[in-house]
């Protein structure tokens, strides 16, 4: 079976999120990874963590909202917007 291969401009996106993820704090990180990605709950990240459900819920509105600024500063930038320039017959 024959393997999809990623077009150049899914692989800069995701070369660009990386370097995102990579920029944040390890905390930052690890609580949108397991949240996100691994799909834990949310008691099970604040065990495993040591925080307070209080805590989370802040670390994880924060880490998101500043993880969607840096993605859109940095993708959004480069998304040439569609002009509607063709002649209508």
Same mark, same amino acid.
């Given at each position: ?8 401009? !899914? !692989? ?16 930052? !990180? ?26 989370? !819920? ?32």
């Amino acid at each position: 079976m024959q393997t999809k291969r990623a077009s150049p401009a !899914r !692989r800069k996106h995701q070369e660009i999120v990386a370097q995102i993820l990579a920029s944040m704090s390890a905390r930052d !990180r690890e609580v949108l990874k397991r949240f996100y990605v691994d799909g834990q709950t949310v008691n099970q990240i604040i065990a495993d963590l040591g925080i307070t459900e209080t805590e989370f !819920r802040r670390i994880k509105l924060e880490a998101r909202a500043s993880y969607g600024g840096r993605v859109k500063e940095a993708i959004g930038a480069r998304i040439v917007p569609r002009t509607n320039t063709a002649k209508r017959a």
